[in-house]
Nanobody, 114 residues
Framework: QVQLVESGGGLVQPGGSLRLSCAAS????????MSWYRQAPGKERELVAA??????SYADSVKGRFTISRDNGLNTVYLQMNSLKLEDTAVYYC?????????WGQGTQVTVSS
């Protein structure tokens, strides 16, 4: 079965950095697009970054600060987050679209606070 497990969240001060990881299993990882979403309390889930083959894309709010990457040998997608801001506080979710199905991890909490 398909599984996505996020890790790496935590508490960080403004301006700090975190690297999120998403470990995938149950499918041929290298053949599918992966993405990161986030959801803050009371707000809709929003797309943060996506990687399709060698092509990456980012939300305007994180462009220049976040980097999505993947290691197909480790079946893992990463989100490097630098220069974190208070408004980056959210639960971050890993997402995969496999054929017509969409799969989500359990999420990892990122809290940016002084």
């Amino acid at each position: 079965q398909v599984q996505l497990v996020e890790s790496g969240g935590g508490l960080v001060q403004p301006g700090g950095s975190l690297r999120l990881s998403c470990a995938a299993s149950g499918f041929t990882f290298s053949r599918y697009a992966m993405s990161w979403y986030r959801q803050a309390p009371g707000k809709e889930r929003e797309l943060v970054a996506a990687i399709i083959g060698g092509i990456t894309s980012y939300a305007d709010s994180v462009k220049g600060r976040f980097t999505i990457s993947r290691d197909n040998g480790l079946n893992t997608v990463y989100l490097q987050m630098n220069s974190l801001k208070l408004e980056d506080t959210a639960v971050y979710y890993c997402n995969a679209v496999i054929l017509t199905a969409r799969f989500w991890g359990q999420g990892t909490q990122v809290t940016v606070s002084s």
